[in-house]
């Protein structure tokens, strides 16, 4: 039996959501902005789980209509049954996000619809569910325009980019998902050499590493499906087994990360440790002026950090010419990619770069800068 699903994803990273969603055999897929559409049966919506690495949720849709007022909602609500998804023991949570939302309070309409959840248990019996913000069994999200509406089942639970393992991060982490979609985008591969100059809690370093011995990023976490009424244990066994079975040994596989704060190289190491990935990957600390490139070329990734961790703009103005300077004579043959909110940073940099790719970090509106080095100078000469 097929399902109408919804993925969501870091705005920008649609395309190679689509691409995962092929593979684990989805069908009518369709992009649209912050997710992707897909029909699929409970194989690919657990697998899809598992293994994407871009995607934030996947949704299950369970209505969809049109609506003029609140109380459309709560009946379309109500109609629904869903004793049959989930038992009145479990918590809930729902969340609703609105478009061009005619309606006066989104709190509102939160609260009919967990009001209309709740009233169709009771209908079945004397209990209702009870509501958990922090840590829910059941995620209810729904989905509001002009005047239609979406309600969805969250099968994912946390969120996916929550892949299990890192409990300790620096100032302003970047997300797992957005840093795997990255990675994609620079072009590079497992064996191609890797180096975050400023790797912070490491998140490019792990997501790149697991990549290369094919860990699933859902492998050390559990998920919402497994707590809903038609989980098939046996059948998401066989998936998960499947999966560990094409990992490959974990050796040293060419990436690198190196920080000037050795806290963040503390935290790095510790969230490798914690993944099983320590031995892939080798962490040192350094001022990025004074690191020489551990390879002749190779891909250069990182979020530079900025702010509380590194100072105020003024600051950054002087230090953007330095990793220039360096990056010229240390890091010919490379291709370096940069990603800030700091949209002049290339010009501060006095370089020219090649591609820039918009993505959003959360709601921080960001560029993918892709900067070539070749030695001496990324400026053609005036004959």
């Not at 109408?4 to 994803?9: E, L, S």
């Not at 939302?101 to 709740?118: E, M, Y």
């Not at 209810?140 to 325009?145: C, N, P, R, S």
């Not at 590493?209 to 066994?237: D, H, I």
Request: hydrophobic content about 40%; proline content about 5%.
């Amino acid at each position: 039996m097929n399902f109408q699903f919804f993925a969501t994803c870091p705005r920008g990273l649609e395309n190679l959501l689509a691409d995962e969603l092929l593979i684990q055999n989805a069908s009518k897929i369709e992009v649209t902005d912050g997710g992707v559409s897909f029909e699929g049966n409970l194989e690919t919506m657990y697998r899809v789980n598992l293994h994407s690495r871009i995607a934030t949720r996947v949704l299950s849709r369970v209505a969809s209509g049109s609506y003029e007022t609140e109380e459309d909602i709560y009946k379309a609500t109500f109609n629904l049954n869903w004793p049959t998804w989930f038992k009145v023991n479990q918590t809930i949570r729902v969340k609703v996000t609105g478009v061009k939302c005619p309606l006066k309070s989104l709190d509102f309409v939160t609260l009919r619809i967990k009001d209309a959840v709740c009233d169709r248990f009771r209908e079945e019996g004397a209990l209702r569910p009870s509501v958990s913000v922090r840590d829910p069994d059941v995620r209810i999200h729904a989905y509001l325009t002009q005047n239609q509406y979406q309600l969805y089942l969250d099968t994912s639970g946390a969120p996916l980019y929550q892949r299990g393992f890192r409990d300790v991060s620096v100032i302003a982490p970047l997300r797992e998902n957005l840093a795997a979609g990255i990675l994609i985008l620079t072009g590079w591969k497992p064996g191609i050499p890797l180096l975050d100059p400023m790797c912070g809690s490491g998140t490019f370093l792990i997501e790149a590493a697991m990549m290369s011995v094919n860990q699933p990023p859902g492998m050390k976490r559990t998920f919402g499906f497994q707590k809903l009424n038609f989980f098939n244990e046996s059948l998401w066994k066989k998936i998960e087994s499947e999966a560990f079975q094409k990992m490959k040994p974990i050796t040293f596989l060419d990436i690198f990360g190196s920080d000037i704060d050795l806290r963040a190289v503390r935290v790095t190491r510790h969230n490798l440790k914690v993944a099983g990935l320590e031995e892939a990957v080798k962490v040192m600390q350094s001022d990025f002026v004074k690191l020489e490139a551990p390879k002749s070329k190779g891909v250069l990734v990182t979020n530079p950090p900025y702010g509380e961790r590194i100072g105020e703009d003024a600051d950054l103005k002087e230090v953007y010419p330095l990793w220039a300077s360096h990056m010229k004579q240390s890091f010919s043959g490379w291709d370096t990619y940069f990603l800030t909110a700091d949209l002049e940073m290339p010009k501060e940099m006095r370089l020219k770069p090649s591609k820039k790719t918009p993505l959003f970090n959360g709601a921080l509106e960001c560029r993918l800068f892709e900067i070539k080095m070749v030695a001496g100078s990324n400026r053609k000469l005036k004959n």
